[in-house]
């Protein structure tokens, strides 16, 4: 790559527009896609850039995106998409497979919630259902569902099927407001997934799995969360429009999630890591970049089709731990509140890799680490869904105090492969914030906007501050022309993982 990079990376970018950048790479390929206005890219760290260099220039890919929430990650940078037709890569799917935002509302008036002991009491009554930090599952709360291996089995190889749901105890009709309900082994089937299971089990490969499957229906650690939110529906009125053809409700009381596919997904991907790992130095494979989290797979090898069994079990694992959570949410609700109903908005990723058609009817798999798709009406992936004329949903999550968003694509997504960031995306690392965030100013800024928390001490790593400015961020994707809002969600409480929970 005949690049002059002395004062790094950034100096190299062109600027398309205000929130569109590419970094060329001084050969035949594409140059890397950069979605962020200049205050955003300013802010990228060069480690994250050369994350992103590294990964265009791996084998089959054939193009590179960076969100404006990217940062530096494992392999590849948190909050980038990656296109290839030849190779399946680990890394950007990350060891969070499938990894979600899912989005209940209800049909409770924000009044509802506006007495801070009807909201200590609803904290009280979803803690005693859903479990939240690592580890945690159906036997640490008192009113979970708890789910035997035998249950878990089915998760993994059925995905979110009627059969499953009805087991659950999960309304069947929500399948249907899903990214992907269900997850096939690449040979199209769920027998190639059992039959991946009982290899892996036999290897004693998954000797926790009894306990794994028992977290279904849990928050994991770190920036998983839940939070019950007012819908604002957006004033203008095509957007409003589009909203309430989501099944949006406009000042009702709505209930945001954030986890994936917890222990068994972290299982399977660390596996894949380090047999991919070990194949690459056996057989004197350069890792890309220098970067053994940059592993791959060549479609067709036995490696890559034992490496999207796994990746399907994880997401189905991960699609039915969303359901349960929004039906424990709701039974929650129920109890505080009892004749509170409630429906599925939507149930949306951002660590997996698809096989999706573009506009011009190919093929492609793509890899989103930290990024949701976007797809707008029209776009051929939606045909058959009720989003068809509309667009899709598009989940994203800011902080408890600035507040989140739901979006729908526009026609200008294309330019980044259909696909926008996922969140705000870290300004500081866990450790950093923990050293210089101050934990009294962080309690009472939470305290001055009125939102209440299931912990003590609100985590320091998780505080707004930790994250990068997300009306900037939200800039960034509207400049670009990628989504616009449909509606705003203003968080009345959290459900964070906390050593040091309230009683």
Known sequence: MSLNLETGYKSVLQRQSEAVSTLPLGDERSPIVVIGTPAIVDGFDEKCLQQAVNSRLAPGVTGL?????????????????????????????GVDIKCSMSLLQTDLDAEAVADP????????????????????????VPKSHDVDERIGIEVATQG??????????????????????????????????????GQLMSRRKLERFPLQARQLGSYGGGNHFGECEVVRLSQDPEMREIGEAFGLQDNNVGFLSHCGSRGFGHTLATHQFSNLKSLFKKQGLAFPGGDADLVYAELGSPEAYAYLCDMAMGANFATVNHLLINQLVLEAFQQVLPGTQGTLVYFISHNIARQERDPQGELHWVHRKGATRAMPAGHPELQGTPFESTGHPILLPGNPRDGSVVMVAKPGAAISAYSVNHGAGRAMSRRGAKKTLDQQAIDQDLAQHDILSNCRRYPLDEAPAAYKDFHEVLRSVKSAGLAEEVAQLKARFVIKDSSDPDD
Request: net charge positive; glycine share 12%; charged share 20%.
């Open 117 to 140: 002991a009807t909201r200590r009491a609803l904290i009280k009554a979803i803690c005693q259902r859903i479990p939240t930090g690592p580890g945690k599952g159906a036997r640490d």
């Open 65 to 93: 995106v960076l969100n404006p929430d990217a940062h530096l990650g494992y392999g590849a940078p948190v909050g980038c998409v990656m296109s290839s037709d030849s190779h399946i890569y680990p890394g950007p799917v």
């Open 160 to 197: 979110a099927s009627k059969n499953v749901l009805r087991k659950l105890g999960i309304p069947t009709a929500w399948s249907g407001r899903c990214e992907d309900a269900y997850h096939r082994g690449p040979d199209g089937t769920s027998d190639s997934l059992a039959h991946r299971l």
